[in-house]
């Protein structure tokens, strides 16, 4: 299996990025992943790679891109200037069927103007949404988006997120029926912009041909509540509702993490402390659940958090990985070859 990977999108710079793809390549001996960027810096950093991990250089494939779109840059200047990017060579590569899937941390907004240029959409979806999922209680976990492709969204493509998501608890998690809700400021009919309450209107109408249970207005806290497998709202509501989410889970994690070593002392106690926070870690750990599909699209692409960190790169990469083992495009494809909007 091959992936394509832009090696400098991410705010740390490609060390980061090729040490996490070194290590997704040293966890699954049929996986070689195609890097883009600059040849000479790719070579460079493979050549610095830690020793346990130098055996990953032969199934990391360089290809060079010599040019860069920053985190600065439009989504326009990317679609009139950023051919010869990593970004656009490495979409390029994926949209001719060298690869089954892309990872990047670059510049969003042009990831997904490129992507959706060079790769094209499903039949009836008209923009690509960015959705990850989030820890809730029980295990569960909940998607959300749009996380940031689409500021302010009408109605009709509010409702083709929720038939993304749907489709996504569906063919991943296995979940027959899942349970959608339109994030708002409450549960009453008459709160919310105008967008959301059309969207809720159209929902009501339709959800019972889309293979969905709506369950009208959700409010932040339900989120995390795990009875909801699918959250719908904009971009701006999404992104911030995400970074803020990531924010708490760290500082809670720090925060019981350091009341543990005030209060335990001695070997004991410490022994008896470590597995409790290394679980604790594990399941709310935001560099876990790093990466976020682009839905929508033909093709398979995964965004990877621009701070990421070589672990967090590698849990995108994973993320990629369990995509194409379900054949996401094709089964979205395959559910809902037409969309409302």
């Known amino acids: 299996m091959r992936l394509a990977i832009d090696v400098m999108g991410g705010d740390q710079g490609p060390c980061a990025i090729i040490e996490g793809s070194a290590r997704a390549v040293m966890d699954r001996p049929d996986l070689e992943l195609a890097l883009f960027g600059p040849r000479q810096r790719i070579v ?35 679609l009139r200037r950023g051919s010869e990017s990593s970004m656009a060579r490495m979409l390029h590569y994926l949209a001719s069927g060298h690869a089954a899937a892309g990872v990047s941390a670059g510049n969003t907004g042009a990831l997904v103007a490129l992507a959706r240029r060079e790769l094209g959409m499903l039949p009836g979806f008209s923009r690509p949404a960015i959705s990850t999922a989030i820890p809730a209680r029980g295990g569960r976990r909940c998607y959300l988006l749009d996380l940031g492709a689409n500021v302010d969204s009408p109605a009709a493509r509010l409702v083709d997120f929720a038939m993304l998501g749907s489709a996504m608890a569906q063919c991943v998690d296995g979940i027959e029926r899942p349970r959608v809700a339109l994030l708002n400021v409450g549960s009453e009919a008459t709160k919310g912009s105008a967008n959301v309450r059309e969207a809720d209107q159209l929902l009501q109408r339709r959800a019972g041909g889309f293979g969905f249970a709506y369950q009208g207005y959700a409010e932040g806290g339900d989120i995390f509540q795990g009875e909801l497998d699918v959250v719908v709202c904009d971009g701006f509501v999404g992104n911030v509702t995400l970074k803020a989410s990531e924010g708490l889970t760290r500082m809670l994690v720090e925060r019981v993490q350091m009341a543990f070593e005030s209060r335990l002392s001695g070997r004991l106690a410490s022994l008896l402390a470590k597995p409790v926070l290394k679980r604790l870690k594990q399941e709310l750990d935001p560099v876990r659940y790093n990466g976020a599909s682009l839905l929508g699209l033909k093709r398979i692409v995964v965004k990877s958090h621009g701070g990421a960190r070589a672990d967090g790169f590698y849990y995108a990469i994973q993320r990629a990985l369990q995509e194409v083992e379900h054949d996401l495009p094709t089964r979205l494809a395959e559910r809902w070859p037409q969309s409302v909007s």
């Not at 060079?64 to 990317?78: K, Y």
């Open 44 to 78: 460079a950093e493979l050549s610095r790679l830690p020793q346990p991990l130098a055996a990953a250089a032969s199934r990391l494939v360089v290809n060079d891109a010599p040019a860069v779109i920053s985190q600065s840059a439009s989504a326009a200047w990317a």
